[in-house]
């Protein structure tokens, strides 16, 4: 199947997917371009005086972007940073691919902008939130509060519109977006394991073993979720569907590789995981859902009933072992569990909607299928 994948460490500055071609040419098309040949560009902290032009310009627009994004509220300008963002988050990560794709993975100037981006975007998102209130709450009592309240809420609008409304057109879409994480399912989990050993430590390994198929591929989650695409006969390469994912979910995933990547950060990560896993279950059941009513196979509906089973045991372990044992370990710094509970709590409802939102553009264009109907034929 022919792919749309973006690999942002290819300097393949010629090429675009058959969807931004079909985007009228903004800044931020020519800055990602941009970006896209300095992340290729071999020895890159030793060759940004040569390439003066490019990262003057393509620093203006940064600048300009986040401008744009937290001061204006411009999805443009979001989606510009946190897709430049994610493109050097990813290198965090290994792809299986050409080792040179690596070569600049501890730039110090791809730090510096990912550094730029990350002060402006975590200060906006933390406004959001009463960051002064939560330090006052009985932390304990606050996260058994929220994990009873987010295992069964009520359906909102967006959970009945696909339990009820989304038709096969929109279940592809759903599958094209979810995949940007459903394919590497568990990998940011594993970049917080290593250290001091004690029950903590290792429920989160339990976590991520069984997130991994307890080191079995046809076991892993991922695996379960590629077959579901493959159904559909879908682009089952991970990132495939990069231009499809919006930019609130891109920030999920960025936020997360934030939160993982500093360990000052370690209650916030817990926090939001456990949040994570305790509302799971009630959003692939919304998934499950519309599967059945579709009368979709199994296959094509696996990894929503795996979920649901796992989760549902994965969200009573982060309560219980993680988040709980850590307010206790922590009684000055605990308030950043809920913090970090909160945060994800925000950061995912934000993703639904705009997931939701593309679902429904889906559904009125049905571009997807038929770029799926032409690729079969």
């Known amino acids: 199947m022919q792919s749309n994948l973006i690999r942002f460490p290819i300097a393949e500055v010629s090429e675009h997917s058959e969807q931004t071609l079909s985007k009228t040419s903004t800044k931020y098309d020519c800055a990602e371009q941009q970006f896209k040949q300095l992340l290729a560009t071999e020895d890159l902290d030793n060759k940004v005086d040569a390439q003066a032009s490019i990262v003057s310009e393509f620093e203006d627009t940064l600048q300009s972007a986040i401008s744009a994004a937290y001061e204006k509220g411009c999805d443009d300008a979001h989606l510009f940073l946190q897709r430049v963002l994610y493109g050097i988050n990813r290198l965090k990560l290994f792809w299986y691919d050409d080792l ?8 110090l100037y791809l730090s510096s902008l990912r550094q730029q981006i990350e ?4 200060n906006w998102e933390l406004a959001q939130i009463d960051v002064a209130a939560l330090q006052q709450v009985d932390v304990k009592d606050a996260l058994i ?8 809420p009520p359906l909102s609008s967006e959970s009945r519109y696909i339990r009820e409304e989304m038709s096969v057109h929109g279940y592809c879409d759903l599958l094209a977006i979810a995949s940007f ?8 989990l594993s970049r917080i394991l290593g250290g001091a050993a004690n029950e903590v430590q290792c429920t989160l390994v339990r976590v991520l073993l069984e997130e991994y198929g307890n080191g079995r591929l046809s076991r892993k989650h991922s695996t ?21 994912v919006p930019w609130e979910v891109l920030a999920c995933a960025n936020h997360n590789f934030l939160v993982t990547e500093r360990k000052r950060y370690f209650l916030r990560y817990s926090g939001g995981l456990t949040y994570f896993e305790v509302a799971g279950p009630a959003a692939y059941r919304n998934y499950l859902t519309a599967a059945q ?10 990894y929503w009933e795996l979920h649901i089973r796992e989760d549902e045991r994965h969200g009573r372990w982060m309560l219980d072992d993680v988040a709980l044992p850590l307010a206790e370990q922590y009684p000055s710094d605990a308030w950043e569990l809920v913090l970090g509970y909160d945060q994800e709590k925000l950061m995912s409802d934000r993703a639904a909607g705009a997931v939701v939102r593309s679902i429904r553009e889906a559904e009125h264009s049905g571009s997807l299928i ?8």
Not at 119 to 122: C, D, F, L, P, S
Not at 181 to 188: K, T
């Open 100 to 107: 040179r794709h690596y070569n600049n993975e501890r730039s």
């Open 119 to 122: 002060a402006a975007w975590q």
């Open 145 to 152: 509060k929220r994990a009873a309240e987010d295992l069964d």
């Open 181 to 188: 994480d459903g394919l590497v399912e568990g990998s940011r």
């Open 224 to 244: 379960f979720f590629k077959a579901m695409m493959a159904e559909f006969g879908m682009n089952t390469e991970p990132e495939g569907y990069f231009d499809l």
């Open 293 to 302: 009513r579709l009368q979709l196979s199994e296959a094509a509906m696996g």
């Open 370 to 377: 038929k770029e799926i109907e032409q690729v079969q034929n």
